[in-house]
């Protein structure tokens, strides 16, 4: 059937020429029907996962009998609190991490428990001697199951004094998302030889929607989100499951640093030993994404699905609020 009208006359048209008040409608539409339908067809699904979780068979869990495990980020928060719910007589941990006093600390709490650990200290931003460390475990130990953690937290005020706004870009991006997909590549090529494995990407809430004063963060973990999804479907036919793991605000070395403050209170952070549970069971579920805590995480989300003009006042709110507890933070 063919158009009334070409589409070339589409392509030619600007948007600037839809006057703003049929835009506006356009997003109150949105607003009013499509997210309320998008939620209740999540709600659906999300209840069916349980539902099948508890009364579905499940007789091959993918990491029921992961004898070996390697975590990146170990030295401290979740990366710890992984290490620590997965020690036991057995199982085999390499526990990668670049501060050399913490990850000690870590690995003699982690043998303590009867795990064999293997302390593996290199800076994730240095991809070659990163692929080289990560070959040498996994000739000796294959990895069964990786969790990819490694991350660094930062606000990125332009008018901050302690911060270089112009410059801040490449760590993060070297360490949250360089370093993590370098990772998980270099794990999941020996994987894939095998025909087995597990791989767990470590993102954030904010990969969703997160504070502006946290670009660069929140630019890593949502390009995290991404390549999570993406991968889950490429590695699919190696046998390889993948999930992501979105935490809220947890707390952790990054989140309680006093010399870079992020304005959370003791309150809203959540215990990452608790987490470290809720990963270990779903994960046995094959859940692709982790969500903990839930209603964080389902704020987070929700600000995604926002039409343009509404996320850009809910950003700016949230950047004013974030910019105020900052400073009262920094006046402490």
């Not at 068979?57 to 990491?63: G, M, T």
């Not at 593996?120 to 990786?146: C, G």
């Not at 963060?217 to 991404?226: D, E, G, H, I, V």
């Not at 850009?312 to 402490?332: H, P, Y």
Request: glycine share 6%.
């Amino acid at each position: 059937m063919t158009s009334l009208i070409p589409v070339s006359v589409f392509n030619r048209l600007p948007l600037s020429t839809i006057p703003p008040s049929i835009q506006s409608l356009c997003q109150m539409t949105i607003l009013v029907v499509f997210i309320p339908f998008i939620i209740t067809i999540s709600v659906c699904l999300s209840l069916c996962d349980i539902v099948t979780g508890i009364y579905g068979k499940n007789n091959n869990p993918p990491n029921a009998n992961a004898k070996v495990i390697l975590i990146t980020g170990a030295s401290s928060g979740i990366g710890a609190a992984i290490a620590l719910e997965y020690a036991k007589p057995g199982v085999t941990l390499g526990l990668l991490g670049r501060n050399e006093e913490r990850l000690n600390q870590i690995f003699q709490r982690c043998k303590d428990k009867g795990a064999e650990c293997v302390m593996l200290k290199v800076d994730i931003s240095n991809t070659m001697a990163l692929i080289k460390m990560l070959e040498y475990f996994d000739d000796k130990h294959p990895i069964d199951l990786l969790f990819a953690n490694a991350a660094q937290v930062g606000v990125t005020r332009d008018d901050s004094d302690t911060v270089e706004w112009e410059d801040a870009w490449k760590r993060f991006i070297e360490v949250n998302y360089m370093g993590n997909i370098c990772t998980v590549m270099t794990v999941y090529k020996r994987m894939k030889e095998r025909n087995f494995g597990q791989i767990a990407i470590i993102s954030s809430a904010v990969g969703f929607f997160g504070p502006p004063n946290m670009c660069w963060y929140n630019s890593t973990k949502c390009a995290l989100n991404s390549f999570a999804r993406d991968l889950r479907y490429i590695v699919e036919p190696y046998n390889i499951r993948v999930s992501l793991v979105t935490p809220g605000i947890i707390a952790s070395n990054m989140t309680t640093n006093p010399d870079q403050p992020v304005p959370f209170t003791n309150s809203s952070l959540a215990n990452p030993n608790e987490l470290a549970k809720v990963i270990k069971k779903q994960l046995e579920s094959n859940v692709f994404c982790i969500a903990w805590p839930f209603f964080q995480v389902l704020l987070a989300w929700l600000g995604s699905t926002f039409p343009p003009r509404v996320s850009l006042m809910v950003s700016w709110a949230f950047g004013k609020l974030f910019q105020i507890r900052a400073n009262d933070l920094a006046l402490t």
